[in-house]
Structure formats: C-alpha cells, structure tokens
C-alpha cells in the first residue's frame, strides 16, 4: 500500500526565518501532492499542491518542491511567522491508493518569536 | 467563502451507544469524505461518497460504520455500537471532483466512556 512519510516530527525556527518541511513517499504513480495546515483544534487546511508534471510550484510565501526521482517533496515557508505554528501534513492522491488522499505523519512547526 | 460545517463539535457517549455525527458539505462538491485522527496522529481515511454509494472504504470503516446523504445537504456518519478506540475527533470534507484538494469541516470530537 501507500505510505507517506516525514523526515523531522518537529521543526523549530526563529520568527523572520525560512521553513523547510520534508516529506518522502513510496510510490511512484503518485501523480497529486497537497500540503495541509492543521491549527490546533481545527480541520487541515489546503496550503498548496503540485501535480506530477511539475517539480516547483509557488504560492503567497510558500513554495512546494517535487523531486520525483527520490520520491521527495518539500514545503518551503518564507519569513516564517507565528501564524504559522501549526501541524503540517503531506498528502498525496493516485498511485494505487484510489483518489482517496493518505496523509503523511505531520510536523509540528514552533515559530519562535 | 463556502465552509464545510460539522455538527456536534463534541459528543459523549457511552460504549455500546449509537451515534451519528453530521455535515453539510460544500454545496457544489460532489465527493464527501469522513476521516478520523486519533489525538497526536495523523490523519485516517474512512469512507468516501459519490453518487449516493460508497466509493471506497478503509478497513477502519467496518461493519459497524455507516453512511447516508439523508436528504441534498446533509452527509451523516452512524458508528452503530461505539467501542472505547473510536475515540477521535471525526472530519468530514468535501471536494468538487474525485482527485482535488479537500476542504474539510472543524471536526466532531468523539469520546467514548
């Protein structure tokens, strides 16, 4: 089956500092990526996707890398903010799991201030 | 902006008890979809809807799970005889098409004595 996984369960980084959030996955036919934020208390929120055809795809301080090669993508957040402490969550569609979306473990960013 | 709402927020109940926990989805999605996350893990898929049936299903999503789209707005979830492990807070989402991003609700806690 489909596996998502993290590298780091927690990632701390000082207020005005870039965030780098890692995920590694199995299959190869995965073909859509989604990067979700879950405050406490709340539903996972979409913050960005890519599709298989793309290796970069940028949004509002926020850019995901795709590295289908290694089977690896990235969550890059610019001029990290306190709003942005939350629990990130990889997920992915396709690849032999159906179009149900299989989420990753999640890290847990702290923004120091 | 379109929300998915989910109602209770939280619900007790006592095992063996039935509960149905409800949404309302997007209101122009088409797939609905109940996860689960057991406190501090990651988010677990349960059951997706189209078309009024069931599209797929998990192996959480056993016999005593259920779903039902009673009427065009409503998409409810009824675990028939609750057992102590479905413990968790519930999420309902919705998407327009069966390989988009999710939008999901805030969650039902679910605590089972």
């Known amino acids: 089956g489909e596996s998502v996984g993290l590298h780091l369960p927690t990632l701390s980084v000082q207020e005005g500092d870039n965030s780098i959030i890692n995920c590694a996955y199995s299959n190869s036919a995965s073909d859509y990526f989604i990067w979700y934020k879950q405050e406490s208390g709340k539903g996972p929120q979409f913050i960005i996707d890519i599709r298989s055809n793309m290796d970069k795809r940028q949004g509002q301080r926020v850019t995901v890398l795709l590295n289908k090669t290694v089977k690896h993508l990235s969550l890059q957040i610019a001029a990290t903010q306190p709003g942005d402490s939350a629990v990130y969550f990889c997920?992915?569609?396709?690849?032999?799991?159906?179009?149900?979306?299989?989420f990753g473990a999640g890290t847990r960013l702290f923004v120091k201030a | 902006e379109p929300e998915v709402t989910q109602t209770p927020s939280h619900q007790v109940t006592q095992m063996g008890q039935e509960v149905i926990l409800r949404c309302v989805p997007i209101s122009n999605h088409l797939y609905f979809y109940w996860y689960r996350q057991i406190l501090g893990q990651k988010v677990e898929f349960l059951v997706s809807?189209?078309?009024?049936?069931?599209?797929?299903k998990s192996e959480i999503f056993d016999d005593q799970f259920s779903v039902e789209r009673p009427d065009g707005s409503n998409f409810t979830l009824k675990i028939r005889s609750t057992k102590l492990e479905d413990s968790a807070m519930y999420f309902c989402a919705s998407s327009v098409a069966e390989n988009e991003k999710l939008f999901f609700g805030s969650g039902t806690q679910l605590s089972v004595l």
């Open positions: 997920a992915l569609l396709g690849g032999g799991g159906g179009f149900k979306t299989i």
């Open positions: 809807f189209y078309n009024n049936e069931i599209s797929e």
